[in-house]
């Protein structure tokens, strides 16, 4: 579900590939829905392949995204608020306590929870249940 969501550098909110062609990917973005193209020069990274550091290794985004929403019990969460009060590392460390301390700043987890955001607004609930159906299929063929 996340492989095909990406994370374009110098490009505010979250793309969905649509299309590829020659040396670029055509994607729309999940809020307007507008369309456009993402050159080979452009920084573009998919949330599937995004990990933060916690003590005991790396986390896949796809899992801290669904402690999120459970943790939210799947509410938006008011990033402004937060950061107004302060309380950006504290309500991270509520859903994910292990982090790691040093190496996760707070652009990280706003970043995060910006991104939890703009999915939510487009329908998403679920972050890790298709690649842990593949993981399944796999197994079952071997």
């Known amino acids: 579900m996340l492989r095909e969501i990406l994370a374009i ?21 999940l809020k307007s829905k507008k369309r456009f193209p993402a050159h080979t020069r452009d920084k573009v990274v998919s949330l599937g392949d995004i990990s933060m550091y916690t003590d ?3 986390k896949p985004l796809g899992e801290i995204l669904d ?3 459970a943790h ?9 608020g937060l950061i107004k009060e302060g309380k950006l590392r504290e309500e991270f460390e509520a859903v994910l306590p292990d982090f790691d301390k040093d190496r ?16 939510l ?10 690649e842990e159906e593949n993981k399944e299929e796999e197994t079952e063929e071997n």
């Open 72 to 80: 939210n019990d799947g509410r938006a969460i008011d990033v402004k």
């Open 9 to 29: 550098t110098g490009k505010p909110g979250l793309f969905r590939i649509v299309s590829q062609g020659n040396k670029m990917l055509i994607v729309e973005e």
């Open 67 to 69: 402690l999120v929403y």
């Open 121 to 130: 607004d487009s329908g998403m609930t679920r972050f890790t249940a298709e």
């Open 104 to 119: 996760v700043y707070d652009n990280d987890i706003k970043k995060l929870f910006t991104w939890y955001n703009i999915l």
């Open 56 to 58: 005991s290794g790396d």
